[in-house]
T-cell receptor
Framework: EDQVTQSPEALRLQEGESSSLNCSYT??????LFWYRQDPGKGPEFLFT???AGEEKEKERLKATLTKKESFLHITAPKPEDSATYLC???????????FGQGTTLQVKP | DAGVIQSPRHEVTEMGQEVTLRCKPI?????LFWYRQTMMRGLELLIY????????DSGMPEDRFSAKMPNASFSTLKIQPSEPRDSAVYFC?????????FGSGTRLTVV
């Protein structure tokens, strides 16, 4: 069964304190792995797509990496405006469906 | 571009009532997705359309749920009759061959 598990569920960081979010997955053929950011009261906003193990993508303080079993979203020197829920999703090449994880809620305190 | 527009933003209804959620996709997008988000189950795909045709509705939980896309600029998700367990945030997303841009969602509360 295709499945995505994110950890931790919640993360509190001080401003400037770097950390990583984990996304473990099992999927019958990976078409792509996606990271989204979701702010309260809003829909998910696309951040990155990763297609193959070893691939990395960066955007400002965020860097996403991918292995055959998991992905990490590294946050370097976070700021309070990085506070949000980060969602990971995988797309099965068999079904084409997006399967989302439960998300990690990040709070960055000044 | 105004993005994906959903209405209403909030809906409170009594159990047994019919509920209709509306979505206006981004102009030019040819795929439309309906998702449901709850604390327990996270974000789940309910149904998606391509060129106004329903392609996969396997995520629709029960016959009480139905979705239509009468034209390229409008879609509805209807729940009849509604139940308290239907309480969730319902998102619509549209895309042109990609993953999709999400709307801001409709928060549905069934009491």
């Amino acid at each position: 069964e295709d499945q995505v598990t994110q950890s931790p569920e919640a993360l509190r960081l001080q401003e400037g304190e770097s950390s990583s979010l984990n996304c473990s997955y099992t999927v019958s053929g990976l078409r792509g792995l996606f990271w989204y950011r979701q702010d309260p009261g809003k829909g998910p906003e696309f951040l990155f797509t990763l297609y193959s193990a070893g691939e990395e993508k960066e955007k400002e303080r965020l860097k996403a990496t991918l292995t055959k079993k998991e992905s990490f979203l590294h946050i370097t020197a976070p700021k309070p405006e990085d506070s949000a829920t980060y969602l990971c999703a995988v797309q099965s090449s068999n079904t084409g469906k997006l399967i989302f994880g439960q998300g990690t809620t990040l709070q960055v305190k000044p | 571009d105004a993005g994906v527009i959903q209405s209403p933003r909030h809906e409170v209804t009594e159990m047994g009532q019919e509920v209709t959620l509306r979505c206006k996709p981004i102009s030019g997008h040819n795929s439309l997705f309906w998702y449901r988000q709850t604390m327990m189950r996270g974000l789940e795909l309910l149904i998606y359309f391509n060129n106004n045709v329903p392609i996969d509705d396997s995520g629709m939980p029960e016959d009480r749920f139905s979705a239509k896309m009468p034209n390229a600029s409008f879609s509805t998700l209807k729940i009849q009759p509604s139940e308290p367990r239907d309480s969730a945030v319902y998102f619509c997303a549209s895309s042109l061959g990609g993953l999709g841009t999400f709307g801001s969602g409709t928060r549905l509360t069934v009491v």
